[in-house]
Each structure stands twice: as structure tokens, then as C-alpha cells.
């Protein structure tokens, strides 16, 4: 008679991966572009320096009335895109005249051609954000009498500024 031979050992399971922790600590400022990155990329940019720095791509006066929307690229490629523009109504067939100086701006912003058509679509623009600079304090120092009454009628304090120094150094020298 033959003994029935005991069942083999089951096979250990392999472990499930788990994401190593610890490490030093990461500042937000590490993490936020990752973040912002992949909702970028959702949207169809690539770089998302393209809508933080549109008044520096387009100019002042057409970043207030078009904004980038998205840009999407041919399967596979990064090249020959469709820039998607959202314009103001009224300001729709400027920004058409001015579609080939946008395309040269974008693509010598991205140094290669990126961008071989624009669309338009009309919409609400949100004006880019000014970052207000503080006025700079006025001269709290009386001008000097023999520098005479003529540096006194100068509003700006910084022009002032340098005009006193410019009359003290030539007064000096003679």
C-alpha cells in the first residue's frame, strides 16, 4: 500500500509594493509644480511657463484681451501644434490680423516651432495680474540752499535724487 504523500507548501505570495517612506522632508515649493504640471498637461500645455508668462510672450496690451487656452499637439509629437486662444468679442478680428506675430512669439519662446495654427474662441478674458510696485518714499533731506531753488520744482524724488548728487559732485570738483 501506497501512503498518500503530504500536500506541498503553498508558494509564498509575492509582496505587494509599497512606496518607500521617510527620507528628509520636502518643502511645498517642491511639490506645487508637480502638481501644477499634471493639471497643465491635462489641459494641453506642455510648459505651463506659456500662461504665467503670457504678457511677456504677446505684449501687455494683447495678453489683456487673449489668453492661452490650450495647445494641442499630433499624436506623439511635439511640434506643429494648435495654440487655442480665448478672445474677447471685440477684440477678435485684431487678434486674427495678429495671429502670425503671436505664432512667431510663441514658438521663439519655446525655440522651436511648436505652434503652426491658432484658434480662436470667444469668451470672457481675465485680465493678467499686476504685481503693484510700492511707490518709492519721497526725500525726507532738505535740498541744500546752494544747490539754489531749481532742484526744488522736481517731483520725482529718485530724479531728485540724482540731480543733488550730480551738483554736489560737479560743485566739488570746482
Known sequence: MERDAPPPPPKPRARQYERPRGGPARSIAELTPQVGRTAFRRFGFVQSSVVTR?????????????????????????????????VLPAHAPLIQHVIPEIMERVNRFFGYKAVARVKLRQGAVQPP???????????LKPVPIELGDSLRDVGDPELRAVLESLARTLGAKE
Do not use: M, N, Y
Not at 495678453?63 to 511640434?79: D, L, M, N, Q, S
Open 129 to 139: 495680474r499686476v504685481e503693484a510696485r510700492p511707490a518709492a518714499p519721497p526725500s
Open 54 to 86: 503670457w504678457p511677456e510672450i504677446v505684449g501687455e496690451h494683447h495678453a489683456k484681451v487673449c489668453t492661452p487656452e490650450a495647445i494641442r499637439f499630433p499624436p506623439g509629437e511635439k511640434a506643429d501644434g494648435i495654440l487655442q486662444l480665448v
